[in-house]
């Protein structure tokens, strides 16, 4: 594959290498390639030209929608985000408004923000500290994505089929840990090139069968013995993401990495105690990818319409457009995604 890029970025620089990070301070960030005071990340690779050559892509206008509704995932398999509450009022016979309770901002499809995770010993991205991170504060909040939005190329690797047309069909109630050469071998097999500022969506089915194939008790169940499908917890992914500069990478899971890790992989932190309450990151890709590459992240994207669609046409890039909401503090957002063909 040929990884094209754009003759200028959006500050002129050159772009480095996940190797060349590793000189950086603190090693493999990106804190001082966008600037210490930027809180954008990697929405920074879509620039206005980026945008336009995306909008090149739009040859029917056919739109898919790429969100679960907001109480799809009700209960939450994660355990940790209650149903929200949908409440209508009306103050005549000819009106109606209405309010939601308990609204978890990351209980169906979702981007992350900057401050949903830190990295221990260095902080939140560009340094930031845990008390900069305030309720109502600006600090690296959702909104800072909602005022840019989230506009470009996207493109599909449609890891599921690809896995099993080789004969490794990913089991949904184990672990599949998706590699790589597995990333590779699938955009080869679907005719897809990436260019700087891609927003990448890789399916591995694992959200349409959270939606059809588990119950409450069944969800009640999974997360005391959480197993999903995703990526490799691994350097080599953290560089290949990297290496690709992709603006967002999203997936239909819960957290675009393979669940439990392997212990003791090459991106645990030595010495690190578990914390007493919540999932452990540690081990993970959200914290070499959030704070330190400030990489845009999406979980739990509807992708099966889109990839019956890119099937049947056998064009696995679209114009995609995410807008979160507009919150200023927020640790995440429903993406408000779709993509247009």
Not at 155 to 165: F, G, H, N, P, R
Not at 209 to 221: F, G, I, P, W
Request: glycine share 10%; aromatic share 10%; hydrophobic share 35%.
């Amino acid at each position: 594959m040929v990884l094209e890029q754009p003759e200028e970025l959006w500050n002129g620089k050159q772009l480095p290498s996940y190797e060349d990070l590793a000189t950086a301070n603190p090693p493999g960030s990106a804190w001082d390639y966008f600037g210490r005071e930027d809180e954008l990340g990697t929405i920074n690779f879509l620039t206005p030209e980026t945008r336009k050559r995306a909008a090149g892509l739009i040859r029917s206008g056919r739109t898919i929608n790429l969100d679960y509704t907001l109480s799809e995932f009700d209960p939450f398999p994660s355990g940790t985000r209650p149903p929200n509450q949908h409440h209508l009022f009306s103050n005549n016979p000819w009106h109606f408004d209405d309010w939601l309770d308990s609204f978890y901002l990351q209980g169906t499809t979702q981007i992350d923000a900057l401050r949903h995770i830190g990295y221990p010993g260095e902080g939140w991205y560009g340094g930031r500290t845990r008390e900069s991170i305030q309720t109502d504060g600006p600090t690296l909040g959702i909104q800072r994505w909602a005022e840019t939005g989230i506009v470009g190329r996207g493109v599909l690797l449609d890891v599921e089929k690809y896995l099993a047309s080789v004969g490794r069909p990913i089991d949904q109630s184990t672990v599949t840990e998706i590699t790589p050469e597995d990333l590779d071998a699938t955009a080869e097999a679907q005719g897809v090139h990436f260019e700087t500022g891609d927003i990448l969506l890789f399916r591995t089915g694992w959200a349409e069968y959270c939606r059809s194939h588990m119950n409450e008790d069944a969800r009640r169940v999974f997360k005391s013995g959480m197993k999903v499908p995703g990526l490799a917890s691994t350097r080599a992914i953290v560089a290949w993401i990297w290496d690709h500069h992709f603006s967002l990478v999203a997936a239909d899971n819960l957290g675009i990495e393979a669940f439990p890790y392997t212990p003791d992989n090459d991106v645990t932190q030595r010495g690190q105690a578990k914390p007493e309450k919540g999932v452990d990151h540690n081990g993970g890709l959200h914290r070499p990818l959030l704070p330190l590459l400030g990489l845009a992240m999406g979980e739990m994207f509807a992708l099966d319409e889109l990839a019956r669609d890119c099937a049947t046409d056998g064009v696995y890039e679209f114009f995609f457009t995410a807008k979160p909401l507009n919150l200023v503090g927020g640790v995440g957002s429903p993406a408000n995604a779709m993509a247009i063909k």
